[in-house]
Every structure is written in C-alpha cells, then in structure tokens.
C-alpha cells in the first residue's frame, strides 16, 4: 500500500483477525494500549472498480457455481454450506454487493446472499428459522486482495473490530398472527472505517434509520444491515431503528389443553409466537462477541388474552384490553427473546429466603408442576452456589417458559434469565441411557452466559455439560457421572458436527479454530473443565471459577481471561496445559512400553505436546502398583528397578483424561427387524440416537467405543422402551444380540506391549 493512511487501514484488518485478537487480549492486561482509530478514506486512484469487482469475485461468490465460489471463498465450512446447498439442489440467492473500500489491491467488499432452507421453494430467512446461523456463514464483510492481478477474498471481518454497541431500548408492538412493530434506540461506538454492521432478520422491513437524528445512509440484506457511520468520539452515536418483522407461520389456537382440538370458529389468531436470538429480530454482532453486551431494556405490547415473557426480570399491566409487560436487565447482556401464549398460567415461586423467584410459564397440561421444576432449579442451585459463587445474573430471578414453537422438543436453550422448553420435554434428566441432566445443563447457563470470544461456546456450552456431571453425582452418585464422561468421551470420538459429518471431530477440528461449532464444546469443552478439576483440585479450580465468574460482564471475558483467573488459582502458569487443549485439533495419543527395567510413556498425536500428569498402573506376578509421571515432552523414561517382570500397563487407569486410548477400534451393534422402517441405536455412550444401515432383515451400527460398562437399547419406528424398562431389559441376558431390543456391552480394554520379555 502506498501510503501511511492505507497501511492504518491494513493495520485496523489485521488486528481484527482472530489470531491477533486473541494475542492482544491474552497481553492486555500487562501494559496499555494506545489505539489509533483509521478514518474512512475515498476510493484511490487505480482501484477497482464496482463493475470490475463483480467480474473477478462477486459474481462468483453470489450466482456462481459451487467451484466458482471455492475459487474466492477462503472459508472452508463456508465453502461446505454451498457445497451441501448444491448437492441438495437448494437455491443459494445474490444479495448486495457494495464496494465500501478499495484501492489498487485492497478492498473491504459488503456481500450478501443466503442458501434457501428446505429446497428450491424455501423462502430464505424468516422469524422461527434457524437459518440465520446458516446465512453468517456468507453474508458480511469481506477483505478482498489482488495478487499478481487475480483478486481474491483473503477472510470475512468480524462487525466487532472496532465497533461496540453499549446499551439497546427497545419498544415492541406485537400483533399476533400479523407482525411485530419495533423502536430500537442503540448506543454505539464506531471506530471502523467502513461505518457499522450487524445481523438483522432479514424479514425486517426498515421505516426509520437515524443517526445522531439524521437518516444515515443504510444497507439491508442476508440478514446484515450495514450503516454508514462515521467515528464521533469521544461520546456514542444514538441509532435510532423503527422497522417491523411480518410473524411467522403460527397455528391457529386450540382449545386449552386439547393439541387435536380444531380452532374456535372465527378464530384465526395464533395461539403462540415467539421472537428469539436466532431470528436476529434485534441487531447483534455475533454469538461470540463481547462487544455488544450492554443493558438491555424493553417495553413490549399484546392483546390482553395472551401472556408474554421477555426473558429478563418483569412487571406488566393490564389497561383497556392491552397488556404492557416491561423488562430491564440488571446485568450487561445481548439478545433477548420474546415468547407468548394464550394457555399459560404463570406461576411465581420463592425458594429458600425468597431471593431466588422461580417463574413458571406453562400451559397446564405441560408434563412438570411448577413446584417440581422450583424443586429442581433448588437443586442446582444447592450443587453450583456452594462451589462457584452466585451466578451472573444478580437479579436473582429466572423464567421457565413452554414454547410451544419448538414442537416436541426438550429443554432447548437458555435465554437471558429463562430456561426455554418445547411442549414435548418429557424429562428433567435421564440417568440411565444418558447419562444426562438437560434441565440442569440450562439452568448452569446463568453462571458463564457473558463469557465472549473465540473459546465462547467452551466457557458456555462446556462449563453447562461439565455441570451436568456435578449434578448427577450428587443425585446418582460416582458410577453415573464415570458413565457421563465415557459417554462425552465417545461423543467427541463418535459425534457429528455442525455439517452433518458423522466420524468425530479427532484430527478435524478444534475449540479455538471452529468458534462457531458447538458441538465439539459439549464433549471436548466440558472434557477440559473436568481434567482442570482433577489437576487442580476442588480448591483451586473454584477460586479460579469463581473469579471468572465475577467479572463476567465487565470487559473482556473469554480464553485469555479464562487461563489468566486459573493461573492465579493454581499458584503457577496453566497455559502450557490448558491451550493445547483448545488451539489443537487432536487430542493426546499416549501409550506405555516396557523396555528392560524401563517403562517408556510416550505421545504419538499429531501437533502440541500436552502436559499431562499420568498415573501409571503396572500389573506383575505380585499384582498392581501405581507409577506417576508429569509427561511435558513426546517421551518420558521411568525406571521400573529390579522386581518382577510387567505383564500389563493402563495408562490413566482411572479415566481422568481424553485420550485417545488403544481400544478395539469398533464394535458393531446388530438387530434383526425386518418389518421396520426406521433404527436407530441409543445408550450412555452416544450424545444422540444414531442411524442404521439396512442389510436385508439386518440392521447394524458401527462405532469407536471405548472401554467400559454401556447399556444399549434400539428405537425402532421412532419408539423405544422408557428407561426402567430399557434398564430391566439390559440386566436380563439378551436373547441373542440379533433380536434384542437391549442390552449391556462391556469393551474391554486392549493392552499393548512391545516387549516379548514383558508378557
């Protein structure tokens, strides 16, 4: 670039890429740093034009073909999104194209487009879909550089670089059946020069957009709006935001608590609706950004005859056949969601010395009591407060609430200070098949529910599932959490990703690398909160969760913070332990050989070295002992002494890491159904059923499972025994695992040593 202004706008995209995010936030804390923000500058002379652009990359990215698109894309899961659009002939849309900034070989492009949900009919995003997770996938900013005279999108700028959103009022008028009316006031700051993005639905249709009480010159599209405004420092710009979102497709209302019941006549108004954090019905940055969390206040206005949740604490009024609720959060936060129904009846409950207010929105057929789920949220509460300190939400308040639009779903999501359910959960926990307690998983959301960053969905989708494990030892006992860990230990193996793979996540993807997978922050995350508790002990591994915790919210919170408050728990630096875990894409690969007198322990993965403080269990003629050795390196040496010859090692006999251990490789699971349509293999050792392949009358599942005890049962049709009866069934012995609908598979362990001498 030719001259200083251009190298600050170079320098502004680079300190925006994820790697150098996460350096300057790991060092933020050892010494200031002065930031000079680069101003908008005009198109130079001998940059691309808009037309040019569109020749060499827009048109490929929006209307090409699956490999036009991999010729500029950079993204790989990105480029996998298209890829599977294409394969399932879904139509993938042009959307904006707007040069923001260039010059002779640099440019930051707007570009929008969306794959089309369902197939060629679907119609792209709208309120109740999913799609705007899909659709971040391509719409956004994108950095775009000339090389040897072939351009090419290099990466997509996060909308957080330099831009923060510090408080939101909104105000929402719902007409059910109809569209939402909404007033969004936002506090912003603007640093880039290529003014301010967020997701917004894509539904939205914009009457107002004012900045600083002047229209500002705006762009709508794949769920991005993009505003152009400039920095005003050193006081936020207000943003003003009038726009409606049309409501989604509802059922009609039935009569209460009848689900086949036909609607009233003349009735045609829904009988619930909701507007929530995947519909982006309110400007945000991104999931895991910490730059839009601020205070969150809400007015919102129904018809009377419906009941609404805001998912924040409450107050609401009732005046000339109008319901006005108001909500204020009394913590900084993003996304809120809003939730109604005709058939609720609310239910507030005091627990212990009334602090904690447990609010219940159900219909009452819903299959839980108020009373049981107050009795539940308690036990949580007694399990995590004792340990890790009040949770992050001060208020103390938190809403159960039916949503009936998730269908027949569980215990499906927390959302600010609510645990949001579909009207099918049938379960708080399941210690048998799961093991697994859901309902617990969401309330332990309100202690990490502010931690950002690139490692956000570890600190909160990993600390939720690594709750679920304290909370079923202290109901079950130490036999169903060691079920739990075989069985997040078999979901990362066996597990599938946000693009549908099946085959695990070993060697293929990381924490770090994938922010935006959460599946591997289930069972890997909550895997590394389990090893920091048993390196560190209790002691430690609270103090540093508690300090992480008290400071969520407050500034940046995310990985670097994360390891900064365990360090100082543990009295030393816990980096060299805790990263590798997070930045590497495998896990360790340990094994132990006898050479002589000697036992070798050695790490055979590829990429990082762990450290990992193993116990060693020696089987001899005289029976077992235990070795320990701190492994740092790729080899340790241990000398054995002069005793009796070793006939078997286990390394990490008691299961306290992930490793990728030396077990049978898989084990099939047969069962003969020859009238069945559709099987699918559950148990403990599986995060979700998984499919089977039909051969003739046979159907069959195979899977890496590693050594344990596992119950197993088959859902045949959809339908599958209840847990006692799975239970009842699994002690009996099968009469043949051809026909058994289940069982229990004990895999034994496959000891390996290479000494002749030794066995």
């Not at 997770?133 to 996060?158: F, H, K």
């Not at 809403?399 to 200070?417: C, F, I, S, T, Y």
Request: aromatic share 8%; hydrophobic share 40%; with cysteine.
């Amino acid at each position: 670039m030719p001259d200083a202004s251009v190298r600050a706008i170079a320098v502004a995209l680079l300190v925006s890429s994820p790697g150098l995010r996460a350096q300057a936030a790991a060092t933020a804390a050892a010494a200031p740093v002065a930031t000079t923000v680069p101003v908008p500058l005009p198109v130079q002379l001998g940059a691309p034009t808009p037309d040019s652009l569109s020749r060499l990359v827009l048109d490929r990215f929006a209307t090409g073909t699956a490999d036009a698109f991999d010729s500029v894309y950079p993204d790989p899961l990105g480029r996998l999104v298209v890829r599977n659009a294409a394969q399932r002939k879904q139509r993938r849309t042009a959307g904006l194209r707007r040069v923001l900034w260039s010059n002779a070989d640099h440019a930051v492009l707007l570009l929008t487009g969306t794959v089309l949900a369902g197939d060629a009919a679907g119609t792209g995003i709208e309120t109740g879909s999913d799609e705007t997770n899909i659709v971040r996938r391509l719409s956004g900013l994108y950095e775009a550089a000339r090389t040897d005279g072939t351009w090419m999108l290099t990466r997509q700028i996060p909308f957080d670089t330099l831009n923060f959103i510090r408080a939101q009022t909104l105000h929402v008028a719902i007409a059910p059946g109809d569209r939402s009316d909404i007033v969004d006031t936002l506090a912003i700051e603007v640093g880039s020069p290529y003014g301010f993005s967020a997701r917004l639905n894509n539904a939205t249709h914009l009457a107002k957009v004012a900045l600083d009480g002047r229209p500002a010159d705006y762009e709508l599209g794949g769920g991005v709006l993009w505003i152009r405004a400039p920095r005003r420092a050193p006081r936020p710009s207000q943003l003003v935001l009038a726009y409606s979102i049309p409501a989604q497709h509802e059922p009609p209302t039935r009569a209460l608590g009848d689900s086949a019941a036909p609607a009233p006549p003349g009735d045609s108004l829904p009988a619930y609706g909701a507007m929530n954090n995947t519909d982006a019905w309110h400007p945000f940055f991104n999931y895991d950004s910490g730059n839009d969390f601020g205070p969150l206040t809400v007015t919102a206005t129904i018809p009377a005859a419906y009941r609404l949740t805001t998912t924040v604490p409450q107050t609401e009024t009732v005046h000339d056949g109008v319901r006005t609720v108001h909500g204020e959060s009394l913590h900084p936060q993003f996304l809120l969601a809003l939730l109604y129904d005709r058939d609720w009846r609310p239910v507030t409950t005091p627990i212990g010395d009334g602090e904690l207010r447990v609010e219940t929105f159900f219909e009452p057929k819903f299959h839980f009591a108020p009373d049981t789920i107050a009795r539940t949220v308690a036990l949580v509460y007694r399990v995590l407060e004792p340990r890790f300190g009040e949770a992050q939400a001060p208020s103390r308040y938190l809403a159960v609430v039916e949503d009936r639009a998730l269908g027949h779903g569980g215990w499906a999501v927390r959302m600010n200070n609510a645990v949001i359910s579909g009207d099918g959960a049938t379960t708080l926990d399941e210690p048998v098949l799961g093991p697994s307690f859901a309902f617990a998983h969401e309330v332990a959301h309100g202690w990490t529910m502010n931690a950002s960053g690139l490692a956000a969905n570890f600190l909160q989708e990993g600390w939720a599932t690594y709750c679920e494990s304290l909370v079923l030892r202290a109901v079950y006992g130490p036999d169903v959490e060691r079920a739990y860990w075989e069985r997040m230990r078999t979901s990362y193996v066996t597990g599938l990703d946000r693009a549908g793979f099946l085959g695990g996540f070993e060697g293929r993807q990381s924490i770090i690398g994938n922010p935006d997978n959460g599946r591997i922050h289930y069972s890997k995350g909550s895997w590394v909160l389990h090893e920091l508790d048993e390196v560190m002990g209790d002691s430690a591994f609270d103090r540093g969760m508690r300090a992480f915790i008290e400071h969520a919210g407050h500034g940046p919170n995310g990985y670097p913070e994360f390891i900064a408050d365990m360090s100082r728990a543990a009295g030393h630096d816990m980096t060299s332990f805790i990263m590798p875990w997070l930045s590497g894409t495998h896990i360790p690969d340990v094994d132990a050989r006898v050479e002589g007198g000697s036992l070798i322990v050695s790490q055979a993965q590829n990429g990082d070295v762990f450290e990992l403080p193993l116990d060693i269990e020696l089987t001899t003629a005289a029976g077992t002992e235990r070795r320990q050795v701190h492994l740092t390196t790729r080899a340790d040496t241990i000398q054995l002494g002069t005793g009796q010859a070793v006939s078997a090692v286990r390394v990490d006999p008691d299961h306290r890491f992930l490793l990728r251990r030396h077990w049978g490789e898989r084990v099939r699971f047969t069962l003969r159904a020859p009238q069945a349509r559709t099987v699918e293999l559950s148990g403990n050792f599986v995060a979700k059923p998984v499919p089977a392949t039909r051969d003739g009358d046979l159907w069959t599942v195979d899977l890496p499972v590693p050594e344990g005890r596992y119950i197993w049962l088959w859902r045949v049709d959809g339908k599958n025994p209840s847990d006692d009866e799975a239970l009842a069934a699994a002690k009996a012995p099968p009469t043949g695992e051809s026909t058994a609908l289940a069982g229990i598979r004990i895999v034994r362990p496959l000891i390996r040593l290479d000494d002749a001498d030794a066995r």
